[in-house]
Each structure stands twice: as C-alpha cells, then as structure tokens.
C-alpha cells in the first residue's frame, strides 16, 4: 500500500511542466554540466525511408548436353532476366496507416522455387503478414518406379509437370498487448500434368494425366499472455478440391507384356475421371505456464471433424481379365459415388520439473486419434463374349486408429561442465482395417507395442570444445508398417573445437539399424553418416573466409516385395556408398569451390557443381556480381539420365 501511494503521489510531479531555463544572458557556472542531448526522434528522415538491397541478372545458359528431363528433375534452373534477391524496408515518415513495411522475395524470373515475404505493421495496432511460395515439381526418371525398363521403354509410371503454389496471410491486432486477437488464410494448390497407371486385375497401364488440387484454410483466434501463463485458442477450417484425369488412345501393352492363357492383355482407349471435394472444421487450444520457479507445463489439443465426397467414372476397351469371373472382357465401364468422414483428435503435454539444483525431469506424452467411416456404391459395366455383364456393389469400410506416446527424460549437471542423460519412451497404440479379400474375417486388428531406452550427455570443456551424444535403441516386435522402427539402434554424436577464435572444427557420426524379422517382410535396413567440417572466418572476412565440409555415407536395406508382373515375392536390395564435399574459400573479390557427389552400389553416380564467382563494388551503393556454375550427373547403370551444363549469372546490387 505504501508503494501504490509513493506512485500515486508521484505522477503529478512527473506530470508538471518542466522549469524554465535561465535567462540566456546570465553567466553560466564553471561548474555547470552541458544540457542533455535531446532524444532522437523515432520519425524517419525524408532521405531515410528505403532501406535495403536489390540485385538483378540475367542467366546464360549455353548447353545442356544429355538428358533434359534428369536435369529438369534435379536442377531445372531457366535462361533470361532474373530478380535473384530483394530484402528492402520503406519507413513511413507520416506514420499514418503503417510504421513500417518489409519485403523480401528469392529467385523470380523462371527459376523453381520463388518466395516472396511482406511484413506491414502499425506499433500496436496491427501486423500484417503474408508469405508465398512457388515450386515448379518436375520429376521424370524413368530408373525409378519402372517394371518395364528391362524391355527397354523409358516410359516412367509416376511422373509430375505440376506448380505447388502456397499463400498464407495472417493478420494480428494489437500485437505485443496481453490480448491480441488474429485471423488468417491460407491457400494451397497443385496443377498440371504427369502419367499415373491405370490398374486392372492383370496388369497395369501408365497412361498420361491431368492433375488439380486446392485446399484452402480458414482460421481465426485470439492469443493471451498473463505473464507466467500464455494460451492460444484457435477455430477454423478447410475446404479441399481434387480433379485428375486420364486418357489413352493409342495401344499400350502395360506392364505384363507377356501372353496370360494365351493371350496378350493390351489397353486401346482409357477415360478416366477423379473428383474429390471435402470440408473440415477444427479447433486448437495451446497453453504454456510456468506457475513456480522449478515447474513448466506446455500443452496442446486439436479436434477436426473432416468429410469428403467421391466420384470416379472410367470407360476402358482392351482385352483384359476379370478374376471373379474368371473371364476376359473387351470393355468395362465404372461409376463410383462415395463419401468419408474422419474425426481426428490430437494432444500432447510436456512438463518439466526441476526438483534439485542439478536435476531436470522432462516428461512428454502426445495421443493421437482417428477412425474413418467409409460408404460406396460402384456400378461396373463389362462386355464378356459379346455379352453385357452387369455388377453393382454397395459397400462400407471402416478405419480405426489410436496411437499413444509417453516419454520421461532425465538430466543431471555431474559437473559444470558434463550433463549426463538417461531416459524411456514407450509407444503404443491399436488399429483396425477392412482384412485381405482371402481372409475370413471382415476386420483386421494391429496393434503397436515398443519400448525404448533412451541415453546421452552433453560435454562443454570452456567455450571452445563441446561434444553431445545420443543413443537409443528398442527390441519392438508389433509395428503397424512394414518399413516403420521395430527392432532398431540409433546413435549421435557431434563435436565442435575451437582451434582459434575465427577457426571451428566439427565433427558428426550417426548410426541407425533397423530390422524386422517377420517371414513375409524381412526387413534389414543399416546406414552410417560421419562428416567433419572447417570454418575459418577471420577478423577481416571481407578480405578472406573458407567452408569446407566433407561426409561418408553407407546404406544398405534388404526387404521383400511383389514383383508387378508375376505378383510373387522377391528381396528388393539397394546399398549405397558415397562421398560427399562441400568447399568455398573467398579472397576478397573472388570466390571459388563447389559440390562433388561419388557414389558406388545399386546406383553408381557422379556429380559435380563447380561454382567460381566475382563480387566487385563499383561505388557505395551499387555491386556487380559474376557467377560461373557446371552441373554433371553420370550415372554408370542409367547413363540414359547422364546430362552436363554450363551456366553464367552476372548481375548489379543495388544497395540504398
């Protein structure tokens, strides 16, 4: 109470005019200190208000030599004008509307990947936000995802020509306030054209595509900040649109090329049509509170209720051949209606304790949880001997999800220098799935069942040596997925040493093995990564700096799968060993270095991307900028994908 009125008393005093100064005239004292310098002003100068950089170019790009499609599918860099960078901030003088508006974009003019950021605010009224991105997806390997390679077709079955385009908006008012409300949107889609595979009971056909999707989000909520306690509330929601099509006219014999009972199994016209349209609501509530000086408490719940509509319509004529019946057909024609829902729940909640001065306890457990209720009514027309066949199927299906994760994580300081870690995981969860057509039961139960222990410690010798590790390992025998962790081995360990004050050496190791012993699967999975960096930034960087950073990678993985044309089981192995070096040393105006990529193996490959680059200032504000860059890519089994190219970028900074 005495302190509320001592304020009280006090903001009158604060409040009243300043004294006067003495008259100009009198002397002043020896004694007497100069008058303080008045505050500067938070108003920009007229002269101030565009700050920031800008550098335009243009690329040459005077051969591709080999394979276009590998080098759209890795590199896929354009020719022309480019706007390479943009990072500017315009100070509004006025004040009036905006404070302050900040820009920056990435790579327009052709290029794959585009980005464009503005940031507009008004102190403590609003800031608005809004990120776009661009990424032209190309990818047509045909050494990937092709059973009919051994034939000699390069006809890949999943190839992509799409735009990804993303924009997300969110606008926050009063930001910085203890209560700031927000509202957001954020749009996604994907266009363009692919080949996907038509599949009959026999065989499967690629055949060229049209794919579209957007899915578009719209949110709002109110975030709170209560000192020790912060909470989120948000509710929104999403609506979802997918079209893609497929059409072939010309013969294609699919993958199974040989005779079945005699007789070969070609596709001579397809029309295919996939319409997908869904909505969602969801709520998200976040809390975060640190209600004492030894406890912290972090929590999460999203509940979304997701429902989706179907149509399919397909007109297909070959020679194919329908299991059920154990006929051949010339034509078939499918309408199918169908629709989903998916209520989905998800939590998590992390606490951290610190019951001692040199003791931390972490405790984590996250809960997720789905079930899809299914309804479908398909109409199939067949022309069987020259006889109409007719089958009509309403069927229902049903998913069911629970999958659970609880970790506890102990830390203790041994000494000031050595934290020591010690910890367990356990994971759990059930499911169930329509069964296999061949079982007997209409449901197929899962269950998810692994225990993991959990070590490490983080070692700190001064500020120049420090060296952390992390180990864990399970001997699980329940997985939902045949590829997931079951009976595995992880481990880490990175280390980094000052050699000097601008010179740092790092070290890293990583080891995973993975194995699942079940008969049908027999999954055997191993890889190693050991890399070792140098940085060495003088006091001067401007005059000289060098990266250099080199990696050893081994991967092996060994695990059955149904060969496309006989469907029976075979081992699928792939090993892979491979070295890779990243290295730039600059020397004032030059630079020079680049990325060398050698692997032997399953996919014996080369790849080098020298780079050498010229950065000149031709006065205070203005830099030009030379750059010289070799992509190649050889590939010893696949040299149908080998391609090289020469490219130059020159280009002016303009700085202001």
């Known amino acids: 109470m005495r302190l509320l009125a001592t304020l009280l008393l006090a903001i009158p005093l604060v409040a009243q005019d300043a004294p006067k100064p003495a008259?100009?005239?009198?002397?002043?004292?020896?004694?007497?200190?100069?008058?303080?310098?008045?505050?500067?002003?938070?108003?920009?100068?007229?002269?101030?208000?565009?700050?920031?950089?800008?550098?335009?170019?243009?690329?040459?790009?005077?051969?591709?030599?080999?394979?276009?499609?590998?080098?759209?599918?890795?590199?896929?860099?354009?020719?022309?004008?480019?706007?390479?960078?943009?990072?500017?901030?315009?100070?509004?003088?006025?004040?009036?509307?905006?404070?302050?508006?900040?820009?920056?974009?990435?790579?327009?003019?052709?290029?794959?990947?585009?980005?464009?950021?503005?940031?507009?605010?008004k102190q403590d009224w609003y800031r608005l936000t809004a990120d776009y991105r661009n990424i032209a997806y190309f990818n047509f390997l045909?050494?990937?995802?092709?059973?009919?390679?051994?034939?000699?077709?390069?006809?890949?079955?999943?190839?992509?020509?799409?735009?990804?385009?993303?924009?997300?908006?969110?606008?926050?008012?009063?930001?910085?306030?203890?209560?700031?409300?927000y509202l957001g949107y954020g749009r996604n889609t994907q266009f363009g054209s692919g080949i996907s595979v038509f599949t009959t009971d026999q065989n499967d056909y690629p055949v060229a595509s049209i794919f579209s999707d957007q899915t578009s989000n719209y949110r709002g909520g109110v975030r709170i900040e209560l000192g020790r306690f912060h909470f989120n509330v948000e509710q929104g929601g999403t609506t979802y649109k997918e079209d893609q099509g497929a059409s072939d006219n010309v013969t294609n014999p699919g993958n199974f090329t040989g005779a079945f009972f005699g007789e070969q199994l070609p596709l001579s016209a397809l029309d295919e049509l996939y319409r997908v349209r869904g909505d969602s609501v969801y709520t998200k509530v976040l809390a975060a509170g640190n209600p004492c000086s030894w406890l912290n408490i972090t929590g999460e719940y999203v509940y979304s209720r997701p429902s989706t509509d179907i149509d399919y319509t397909e007109t297909s004529a070959g020679n194919f051949f329908l299991n059920r019946i154990l006929q051949f057909y010339s034509l078939g024609q499918d309408m199918l209606t169908g629709d989903a829902a998916m209520p989905h729940s998800f939590g998590n909640i992390t606490v951290e304790i610190r019951p001692a001065k040199r003791v931390r306890i972490v405790e984590h457990w996250d809960t997720d949880r789905y079930s899809n209720a299914t309804s479908a009514l398909l109409a199939e027309n067949f022309l069987v001997a020259g006889m109409p066949l007719t089958d009509q199927q309403l069927s229902s299906d049903r998913l069911v999800l629970h999958e659970n994760d609880e970790e506890v994580d102990v830390y203790y300081d041994l000494t000031s220098h050595l934290t020591l870690r010690g910890g367990y995981r356990f994971t759990w969860g059930d499911t169930e799935v329509r069964g296999p057509i061949l079982a007997e039961e209409a449901l197929e139960p899962g269950t998810l069942r692994r225990h993991v222990g959990i070590a490490g410690f983080n070692y700190r010798m001064t500020q120049k040596f420090r060296v952390t590790a992390s180990a864990e390992g399970s001997p699980s025998d329940q997985t939902f997925f045949r590829t997931s962790?079951?009976?595995?081995?992880?481990?880490?360990?990175?280390?980094?040493?000052?050699?000097?004050?601008?010179?740092?050496?790092?070290?890293?190791?990583?080891?995973?093995?993975?194995?699942?012993?079940?008969?049908?699967?027999?999954?055997?999975f191993k890889s190693r990564v050991e890399s070792a960096s140098l940085f060495w930034t003088p006091n001067a960087a401007k005059w000289a700096n060098l990266l250099a950073d080199y990696s050893r990678s081994a991967i092996s993985s060994s695990i059955l799968y149904l060969v496309p044309q006989t469907l029976s089981p075979t081992p699928s192995l792939y090993t892979e060993n491979a070295h890779a070096l990243t290295s730039l040393l600059g020397v004032k105006w030059f630079s020079v270095g680049g990325t060398m990529f050698i692997s032997s193996g399953s996919r014996p490959t080369r790849y080098y991307q020298p780079v050498a680059r010229f950065s000149l200032p031709l006065n205070k504000h203005i830099q030009w900028n030379t750059e010289w860059r070799w992509y190649s890519m050889k590939e010893a089994f696949y040299s149908f994908e080998n391609f090289q190219s020469n490219q130059l970028t020159t280009s002016l900074r303009f700085t202001r």
Not at 165 to 173: E, F, V, Y
């Open 23 to 121: 008259d100009a005239s009198a002397q002043a004292s020896p004694t007497q200190t100069a008058p303080a310098a008045a505050p500067a002003s938070d108003t920009p100068s007229p002269d101030n208000w565009l700050q920031g950089s800008i550098e335009l170019g243009y690329r040459w790009i005077p051969n591709i030599d080999g394979s276009l499609d590998t080098y759209r599918s890795v590199v896929d860099l354009g020719q022309g004008p480019k706007m390479l960078d943009a990072d500017f901030t315009l100070l509004n003088p006025s004040k009036i509307l905006f404070d302050r508006a900040s820009v920056r974009a990435t790579s327009w003019g052709g290029d794959p990947y585009n980005t464009l950021r503005v940031d507009i605010e």
């Open 142 to 181: 045909p050494s990937y995802a092709d059973p009919t390679l051994a034939t000699g077709s390069l006809l890949d079955q999943n190839a992509f020509d799409t735009r990804i385009r993303t924009l997300d908006i969110q606008l926050d008012l009063l930001p910085n306030k203890w209560i700031t409300p």
């Open 485 to 524: 962790l079951q009976q595995y081995e992880k481990a880490r360990i990175r280390a980094s040493y000052d050699i000097l004050t601008n010179l740092r050496l790092a070290g890293d190791f990583s080891l995973l093995n993975n194995s699942n012993p079940d008969p049908s699967i027999k999954l055997d």
